[in-house]
């Protein structure tokens, strides 16, 4: 849980904790623990609670307020107590910071100040390095073309992590319409993406593992919703403060993304640290991924995460040369999954990862390598790998 802040908020005045409240849902990085309307008896509630920061609005009683700060830094001082006020009065900034506040806000407080002065706090408290030496936490898998592979990259690259038992993994199926993970992996589940944010309001980290399906490689799996109807519902922002919550529960996230080009598919890109394009080295496909990878260029800060996969490298080399597509894409081709039309064939219709049928297999050694690459910290696999039953094949 080392990326999601875990506040509690405290204010007696109804209509400002309603606006906090608002808030701090509305950010992906904090998961709002409990919203308190007293300060009585809230210092034992908060160290119930477990939580990294406490956000204690002043204003319905000054006195109050301050000797709960010091009681919540008394009794436990690696939680991280921000006093906020609509007053910027001296004398009661200095009470606050004496009482063992660590940094005042003045309310009304913009959504980036509030993050960053908790981020802030937070991280130089728990000394954390950041999650940029683990390597990328969600991973977004998308494709401008329908039947390029990008589900079947996203099964096996989610499988092929989820054999680090140590680096638990999610596998999330965005394409809300026609999303076809649980079919990949042959699991039936009970709870699914609709499910969740139907109940957000009471989710925690323990009741969210415990939604999620399981297959037998260990890999959970948050499947798209059943009914077509209920995708709907799934709104941006929402989806946003799930991803951030998954990000805290999960040492990776893989995101199968629709190519309906939907609102959700951006809260995913806007939460991605990496956005693995697939293309393949047809006329079509290049074309629509130039057009795709041109949308993605528009918005700030995307651009940088995007690395590119060819799939069924090699089927395409008489058509489209790798150095032609990576001239029209204008960026370079990173990895390339060799085509192996049999072994996927045979995986898809098992319902099974391609490591299973052909372990040891050119497609099964890149998406190894592509995982090493991304994740150097995970241990690896010292054995030699065995040959699969259909590794003749390919």
């Given amino acids: 849980m080392k990326d999601l802040i875990r506040v509690v908020l405290v204010d007696p005045n109804q209509e400002s904790r309603e606006t906090l409240k608002r808030l701090l849902g509305g950010m992906s990085r904090f998961w709002l623990a409990e919203a308190l309307a007293g300060y009585h008896d809230a210092a034992r509630q908060i160290k119930e609670l477990g939580v990294q920061a406490v956000l204690v609005v002043l204003d319905h009683d ?16 690696a939680i991280v107590v921000v006093p906020a006020s609509r007053v910027s009065d001296g004398a009661l900034i200095l009470k606050s910071i004496r009482a063992g506040a660590r940094e005042f806000v003045t309310l009304p407080v913009e959504p980036g100040e509030l993050l960053d002065t908790f981020t802030r706090l937070v991280k130089g408290q728990s000394g954390d390095e950041g999650s940029s030496s683990r390597g990328p936490r969600i991973v977004t898998i998308a494709g401008a073309s329908g039947g390029i592979g990008c589900t079947t990259l996203a099964v096996n690259l989610a499988a092929t992590l989820a054999t680090h038992k140590e680096n638990e993994t999610l596998l999330f199926d965005l394409d809300l319409a026609f999303g076809s993970v649980d079919a990949c992996l042959d699991v039936a589940s009970t709870y699914t993406l609709a499910n969740l944010l139907q109940n957000f309001d009471r989710l925690d980290p323990t009741l969210l593992k415990r939604s999620m ?21 799934v709104e941006h922002d929402c989806l946003k403060r799930l991803l951030g919550l998954l990000r805290a529960s999960y040492g990776v996230v893989i995101v199968d993304a629709s190519k309906g080009l939907q609102s959700t598919d ?13 293309v393949q080295l047809d006329l079509i496909c290049l074309r629509n991924t130039a057009r795709f990878i041109h949308l993605l260029r528009q918005y700030e800060g995307l651009s940088e995460r995007i690395k590119l996969i ?20 204008k960026m370079p081709i990173t990895w390339q999954i060799p085509d192996a039309p049999k072994a996927f064939g045979i995986a898809r219709t098992k319902g099974t990862p391609i490591a299973d049928v052909a372990k040891g297999s050119r497609p099964h050694q890149a998406l190894l390598e592509m995982t090493r690459a991304l994740w150097p910290f995970l241990e690896q696999d010292s054995d030699k790998p065995r040959k699969g039953l259909f590794a003749a094949f390919f």
Avoid: W
């Fill in 62 to 77: 000054p006195a109050r307020a301050i000797e709960l700060i010091a009681q919540v830094a008394q009794s436990d001082p």
């Fill in 213 to 233: 399906t399981r297959h037998s490689s260990g890999l959970f799996v948050l499947p798209r919703p059943v009914d077509i109807q209920e995708a709907a519902a």
């Fill in 266 to 278: 951006f809260a995913a890109y806007e939460m991605s640290d990496l956005i693995l394009v697939v």
């Fill in 310 to 329: 060819e799939n069924r490298a090699g089927l395409f080399d008489a058509e489209i040369s790798r150095k032609s597509a990576e001239e029209t894409l």
